[in-house]
C-alpha cells in the first residue's frame, strides 16, 4: 500500500519512464559530456512535468504477452494484406470494389481509439476515414465484399488485450 501523500504508482512510473527517454534523447542529441548531463537533467526534468501535465497517464495495464503477440502478428498481415492489394491492383481478372463502411469501435472516443485507428491505418486495404454520427467510425475499404467491419473488430479486441485498455 502506497503511503499517505505518495503519488500513485501508475503515475510515478510514467514520469520515471517518461523522465528517463527525455534524458536518453538529449544524450543521443548533445552527447554524454558530464557537463551537458547538468543541463541535460534539468531539460529532460521539465520535459517530464510538461509531457505529465499536457498528457496525464492513462490506467493501463500493457500485457507483454499479448504487446509482443500483436507485433509479432503485424508484419505477416501486412506482408498478406499487401499481397492481397497488388493482386487487386495487378491482375486483370480481379477488380477491387471500394466502398466507405460504417464500424463502431468498442474502445472509447479518446487516445487508446486514437492509437488503435492509427494502427489499423498502416494495414493495406482499409482506411479509418473520420469519425460518422453516434460514435461509428468511417472505413475506407478496398474490397467491401470481404467482412472487413468483422475484421476491424477482431483487430480492436487483439490491440485493446496487448494495450491493456479491454476492461
Known sequence: MAAAGAPPRGPTLAAAARGAAFLG???VLAGPAPDGLVVGLLAAGFATWASLRLMPPLPWRPRPGALLLLVLRFPWQALRAGTEVALLALDPRRRPHPGMLAWTPR??????????LAYASL????????????GAIAIHA??????????????????????GADG
Open 25 to 27: 534523447l538529449w544524450v
Open 107 to 116: 474502445l472509447k472516443a479518446g487516445r487508446a481509439q486514437d492509437a488503435f
Open 123 to 134: 494495414l493495406p486495404g482499409t482506411l479509418p476515414a473520420g469519425p460518422l454520427d453516434g
Open 142 to 163: 478496398l474490397d467491401s465484399r470481404t467482412p472487413v467491419g468483422e475484421a476491424m473488430t477482431q483487430e480492436e479486441a487483439r490491440f485493446a488485450q496487448a494495450i
